[in-house]
């Protein structure tokens, strides 16, 4: 895919590895918009990186996600890239019946609802556009081998990732191309409380993936998996592909 001249909209864009793709999106001639809860976040993006476009929304409100597409559509007609970025982690300790469960973040609404939705407002939409358009989710190598102290997390990114091929196989005929980001730990604020953050184990720093993710995209490379995570991607099956291939054949 071109790398340069779209119109991109990041969710979770103020932070981590939404900034980090923001950055190197724009740096590559892009214009870039993005969305997160915390206007005090996209108003430090703002700073950072002055030709960014935000916009206050919670992915996991349907209220916003309808305006998100809505305002993104009247005022951005040449948007041709959703990245499915946003997301929340948190550990879950089930032998404390629902209380890990009810306090704080809602995974499966953030990391799986909102990217499946805001997949569904675009898609019909990119559908009719004259370029090349793309959706590119963020799973996580912790989809592939789960992390068992943040169950719901894991099985978010699994399910994000099992949607993600599906989503590409239904579209593979069509100008919509899916990708998948797969990061490994990457040096965040997400997961403050994860196993690797206790044991001081930081992650690669956000720059060091995006500028992978962007070279793997200008490739066509669809499954981008990045440092450890190659590793995790690499306990699924060789009979997969033939499998998977023989159960859609019809
Ligand atoms: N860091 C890692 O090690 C790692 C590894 C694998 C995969 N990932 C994935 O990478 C993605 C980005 O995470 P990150 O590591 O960059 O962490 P991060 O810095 O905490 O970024 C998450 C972003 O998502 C936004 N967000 C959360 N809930 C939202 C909501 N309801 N509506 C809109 N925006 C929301 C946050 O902004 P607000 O709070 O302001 O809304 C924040 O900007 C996530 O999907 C994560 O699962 C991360």
Not at 27 to 32: D, E, K, L, P
Not at 184 to 197: N, Q
């Amino acid at each position: 895919m071109n790398i340069k001249g779209n119109t991109i909209l990041i969710t979770g864009g103020a932070t981590g590895i939404g900034f980090a793709l923001a950055a190197v999106f724009l740096q590559a001639g892009n214009q870039v918009i993005i969305c997160g809860r915390r206007e005090a976040k996209l108003k430090e993006a703002t700073a950072k990186l002055p030709s960014i476009i935000t916009k206050v929304c919670d992915v996991t409100k349907e209220k916003d996600r309808a305006e998100l597409f809505h305002w993104v559509k009247e005022n951005y007609p040449d948007l041709n890239v959703l990245i499915n970025n946003a997301g929340v982690q948190k550990m879950v300790d089930l032998k404390k019946g629902r209380t890990d469960l009810l306090e704080g973040e809602n995974e499966i609404e953030t990391n799986l609802i909102a990217p499946v939705r805001l997949s569904a407002y675009f898609i019909p939409w990119f559908l009719q556009q004259k370029k090349e358009t793309a959706i590119i989710n963020v799973s996580s190598g912790l989809g592939f081998v789960p992390i068992a102290v943040m169950p719901v997390y894991c099985a978010t990114k699994a399910a994000l990732h099992s949607f993600t091929i599906s989503l590409r196989y239904q579209l593979k005929d069509t100008s919509v191309k899916v990708f998948e980001i797969v990061p490994p730990a990457v040096e965040t604020d997400l997961g403050k409380t994860s196993p690797d953050e206790e044991s001081g184990y930081k992650g690669i720093p956000p720059s060091e993936l995006a500028e992978a993710v962007i070279k793997a995209i200008s490739k066509n490379q669809y499954e981008i998996a990045v440092g450890e995570a190659k590793g995790l991607v690499a306990t699924v099956g060789p009979g997969f592909k033939e499998t998977f291939e023989n159960m859609n054949r019809w």
